[in-house]
């Protein structure tokens, strides 16, 4: 490759990774958004169960929603995944177009595509079966994947003299695979426990399994773990579970790390994210 060419394909490279910021924040954005409309109860703004095109993808039948709380909210989540379709769209066909000999640019577009028009289809879903517990946690956790491909991605486009040396560690490797597969888990079972709220009527309604416990932590029912007191208090566990899981599977990591960065100058460079790792958990689980 000349020397020009090479440098019609740093541009190209420079222009897919400014795109690809953009839709990781845009993505990080909805994530969070996602999260405001759960707390304040607006899953349902725009339409109850099963009022079909009416609830979505019009809001309350109509394109734009009445200036009522909860619908806006729901709206502007909608909105901002409006956003985030356009900005994967132009992501891969700028792959498709000018980064052809990137087969895992494109592949990865092109996955990243058919993960949020999934994530679009799975929206409409859980409103139409009126926020079940498996469709909410389907639904974050879709979310979650396409966000993880998204910063994948964004190492891939990376060039190479300025990306950092893949570690030749089996044992961080394997560790921080485990941790990445728990923590995802824990997020999923989070999830899970959060759609609880919605179920039941209002003749009858239901706490949601993030009372099951009550107010005890580590404990529940003044025990350690009392699985089988009930479907509530197993999914309350669960997510507990993952959640110690993720926690010594993390510690395990960090301890790797420490281990390999007093024998190995070059990884006191790569250091800082093992540490930040264990204290965004404890900060999680405060």
Request: proline share 4%; charged share 15%.
């Amino acid at each position: 490759m000349d020397l020009t060419a090479a440098r019609a394909e740093a541009d190209e490279l420079g222009r897919f990774r400014r795109l690809l910021n953009a839709t990781i924040l845009a993505t990080f954005a909805l994530i969070v958004i996602g999260g405001v409309v759960r707390v304040s109860d607006s899953g349902l703004g725009c339409g109850a169960a099963g009022s079909g095109t009416e609830g979505w993808p019009l809001c309350g039948g109509r394109v734009l929603p009445f200036l009522q709380q909860n619908a806006v909210i729901e709206f502007s989540h909608r909105a901002a995944a409006t956003i985030v379709v356009v900005l994967i769209a132009a992501l891969a066909l700028q792959a498709f177009r000018r980064l052809r000999d990137h087969s895992w640019l494109v592949r990865g577009s092109v996955a990243a595509a058919v993960l949020v028009l999934a994530q679009a289809v799975l929206g409409g879903l859980t409103v139409e079966h009126g926020l079940h517990a498996a469709f909410v946690a389907a639904h974050l956790g879709l979310a979650m994947l396409l966000l993880a491909l998204l910063i994948t991605l964004h190492r891939i486009a990376r060039p190479a003299e300025s990306s950092p040396p893949v570690d030749g560690s089996r044992a961080l490797r394997a560790t921080a695979a485990v941790a990445t597969v728990l923590l995802f888990g824990t997020i999923v079972a989070g999830g899970y426990v959060a759609g609880t709220e919605g179920e039941g009527t209002p003749n009858q309604p239901i706490l949601g399994a993030h009372l099951a416990c009550g107010e005890q932590f580590p404990t529940c029912l003044n025990k350690f773990m009392p699985f089988s007191y009930g479907r509530l208090v197993d999914i309350q566990l669960t997510h507990r579970l993952f959640m110690y899981l993720t926690a010594i599977a993390v510690l395990a990591m960090t301890a790797v790390a420490v281990r390999r960065r007093a024998g190995e100058p070059a990884m006191r460079e790569r250091f800082l994210p093992f540490l930040l790792a264990p204290a965004l958990l404890a900060l999680q689980i405060l």
